[in-house]
């Protein structure tokens, strides 16, 4: 193993673990830290990406965002809600120092404006081939053909 395979492994493991920790700690955003992950580990080791794509949650999520290459605008605003309402649970009920508060705050507004605006946003079935509208009007040559089957 090469020096610097070495270090996409190390700096792979950190970011793991980061967003793991992002899981649980209010405005600590998850989705970039395993998006690095991902992108370390096929750096580093081939072995551990396939293994991080394979874990249930979390190579589920990798996938889907690889292709769709980026969250839906619904993913986005569902993940920032969810992590405002955890981050003004903790603020409110659980963190007595206005330090750490502001703190927590300032990586929340961090974590929104990488969701917002760092990652890409994916138009929902934006990889599927383009299906007929539905409610477009006939076109003239299936027009003549009704008429035809209505006489």
Do not use: C
Not at 66 to 91: A, D, E, N, P, Y
Not at 106 to 120: E, N
């Amino acid at each position: 193993m090469t020096f610097l395979k070495f270090i996409y492994i190390l700096l792979g493991t950190i970011a793991f673990f980061l967003g793991m920790l992002g899981v649980f700690v209010p405005g600590l955003p998850t989705t970039p830290f395993l998006l690095i992950t991902a992108w370390l580990y096929l750096k580093g080791s081939e072995r551990l990406y396939n293994k991080l794509l394979n874990t249930r949650v979390v190579g589920n999520y990798i996938r889907e965002y690889q292709k769709q290459r980026g969250m839906t605008l619904r993913q986005k605003i569902s993940s920032i809600g969810v992590m405002w309402f955890m981050i003004t649970i903790s603020v409110v009920f659980f963190i007595p120092d206005e330090t750490v508060s502001m703190i927590v705050l300032i990586v929340g507004a961090i974590g929104t404006v990488v969701m917002g605006f760092v990652v890409r946003t994916a138009r929902p079935g934006e990889d599927d081939p383009p299906q007929p509208d539905k409610h477009a009007e006939p076109s003239k040559e299936s027009g003549k053909d009704d008429a035809a089957v209505k006489n």
